[in-house]
């Protein structure tokens, strides 16, 4: 296939699939593949999420074949490479032979389940350890470590693995893994340092005094080459090279060439920001004139909305957010700041809530009868029972039934995995139209509880004007409504909400090429413009939603949210009255 011009692949591994995508350089997707990765779960042991770096690379490899077979485009067109990944922690040897983290006789030997997924929460005590030590590392992490971050689960390996196999292990936050397996290149991000690893960019790097103190000195006492960069190596910003690209090995397995330039990786949910806040967006279906700056992107949040979802704002000074992680500086912009506040569980608590319910076999075999997703089924059952109720609004419908959704802990601004879910207002109804307000009820939390985190921000220091969607939730229209309203702030919907992450990726490619081939190192200003150009050329064009709740709906979701806080306040109250019964 004969053409001048330039693609770049981005390659995105979330919590249960690997990506690849093949982008021109104006942000249009050529090819896209994308395959199921395998999570081990321990059936006594809810807590226990693992996975295989080898199982991702092989299906990595597999989807970027696909993709040059579909597209005929040669190898020597694809001129940059990025990935992102789930902050998961993957562990190797020296050589980067997989080691295995699973709890017993076998822990710390070769094996293939060597990734402790994000949400794998084993690492409790270690982390409450942690977060009693009083180091300048929490404040940068919202005031709290989350056990979902790489310390506790490096601690925790140290706690159960025989010494002398720990101390041969190299652990990586999975983007840096995947930019390690591709060019044989031990360099870190900035990203997954910073936001996971305990790295503080702002105040000298790594806290040696913090690491001694909770018992892994010996990390300091080799020069960190176990966890991150040895002291006095570059750590490096999104989308700066790495090594000398593509190893021999990696572009044989891939069937690319071999240098092609390889962009320092990002978390998925930073990937997210990456190609979702650059966007230009249409209202009342016109385009907006105005070319989007840098500086807006301080005022914009992109929403990360998948199996959890992250909340990620930039600014040019570093705020300090109780409870929101961060503010880490340099995440994606040189000398800029970035804050993530978070949701544990999302999309996995609107399956949940789908899935357990008794009326769920007649509501799936209605989606089949139909041939509709049961999203949309139980949109139209909720429109029926709004109908019947004669009420203006789906919140009006549920007014009396109250959601609060941390099943899976609190990532923010609460920033307590002890956190549990509840649901008031519970009738004998077993039906599908219980189903249906639990549903909503669900949705509606979720909302609510993004309004607190937004609370949060700009409580503390931030402007959040807008919310900038990507990942699957986009798709689901009473959730993005109840986002505006909620928020009281206008949505921007992706003009392609399934590749927002994966084309992040992919312009980390396109920068790594760019900055490859100005063979000098770029000052922050000129990271930051060439980073936003990119942004700015590869982003689709989005969709605007504007608040439109009625003065009835805007005081139940009022009334609502005052709700949903004193649910807060009673369920620690509750916690404490039983931890003192039970002395």
């Known amino acids: 296939m004969a053409s001048t011009q330039q ?12 990506r690849a995508c093949l982008v021109k350089q104006d942000g249009e997707i050529v090819a896209s593949f994308s395959r199921d990765t395998k999570t081990f779960r321990d059936p006594s042991d809810h807590r226990i999420f693992e996975q295989s770096t080898a199982d991702i690379w092989s299906n990595i490899a597999a989807i970027v074949k696909d993709i040059l077979t579909t597209s005929k485009v040669p190898p020597s067109e694809i001129k940059g490479i990025g990935f992102d990944a789930t902050c998961s922690l993957a562990v190797t040897d020296e050589a980067g032979e997989p080691v295995t983290i699973t709890r017993g006789e076998h822990l710390g030997e070769h094996g293939e389940r060597n990734i402790v997924l994000w949400c794998d929460h084993r690492a409790e005590a270690e982390t409450e350890l942690i977060n009693e030590s009083g180091s300048k590392v929490l404040d940068y992490v919202g ?42 290149d031990t360099a870190r991000s900035t990203c997954s340092l910073a936001c996971k690893c305990s790295y503080v960019p702002s105040a000298e790097g790594w806290q040696t005094d913090f690491f001694e103190k909770i018992g892994l000195g010996e990390l300091p006492a080799r020069g960190y080459k176990q966890i991150g960069e040895a002291l006095g190596r570059r750590v490096l910003t999104a989308g700066q090279p790495v090594g000398h690209g593509l190893s021999k090995t990696a572009a044989e397995e891939l069937g690319l060439l071999e240098g092609t330039p390889v962009g320092s990786g ?43 979802t992250c909340h990620l704002i930039q600014s040019p000074k570093g705020v300090f957010v109780p409870g929101v992680w961060g503010p880490y500086k340099d995440a994606v912009f040189c000398d800029r700041w970035m804050n993530e506040g978070g949701q544990s569980s999302t999309g996995q608590l609107i399956d949940f809530i789908i899935t357990t319910h008794p009326a769920y076999p007649q509501l799936f075999k209605l989606g089949q009868e139909k041939k ?8 139209d ?16 419908l549920t007014k009396d039934l109250h959601f609060y959704p941390d099943f899976h802990g609190n990532r923010s601004p609460i920033a307590d995995a002890r956190m549990r879910g509840a649901i008031t207002g519970l009738e004998l109804n077993a039906g599908l139209d219980d189903l249906a307000r639990k549903y909503f009820a669900a949705l509606e939390s979720i909302a609510l509880q993004t309004r607190h985190i937004i609370d949060a921000l700009n409580t503390s220091g931030h402007d959040v004007r807008a919310i900038y969607m990507s990942g699957g939730q986009a798709r689901n229209a009473s959730l993005m409504r ?43 200003s ?14 689709p064009i989005g969709t605007q939603i504007i608040p439109d709740a009625s003065t009835k709906e805007q005081k139940l979701l009022e009334a609502k949210y005052k709700i949903f806080l004193e649910s807060i306040d009673i369920q620690k109250r509750w916690r404490q009255e039983m931890a003192l019964a039970a002395q």
């Open 266 to 308: 990002l978390i998925d949910a930073y990937a997210g920001w990456l190609g979702t806040v650059g966007a230009r967006f249409k209202e009342n279906g016109k385009l907006s004139d105005a070319i989007p700056s840098a500086e807006e992107s301080c005022h914009r949040l992109a929403a990360v909305a998948g199996t959890s």
């Open 143 to 184: 005031g709290k470590m989350s056990l979902e971050m790489e310390v506790p689960k490096v601690l925790w390996l140290k706690n159960h693995m025989p010494a002398a196999r720990f101390a041969p292990c190299q652990f990586f936050d999975l983007p840096d893994f995947l930019t390690f397996r591709a060019t044989n």
């Open 381 to 396: 059952i909720l429109e029926d029972l709004r109908d019947k109720a004669q009420v203006e609004s789906f919140t009006e």
């Open 7 to 18: 693609y770049y692949l981005g390659i995105d591994v979330g919590t249960g699939s690997a």
């Open 526 to 539: 000129a990271q930051q413009e060439m980073l936003w150009r990119v942004m700015v050329e590869m982003t």
């Open 482 to 524: 109840l986002f505006a309203n909620a928020c009281a702030r206008p949505v921007v919907l992706p003009g392609d909400h399934e590749h927002s992450v994966v084309r992040g990726a992919a312009m980390l490619g396109r920068f790594a090429a760019e900055a490859a081939a100005s063979q000098s190192d770029l000052d922050a």
């Open 372 to 379: 509709k997703d049961v999203h949309s089924i139980l949109q």
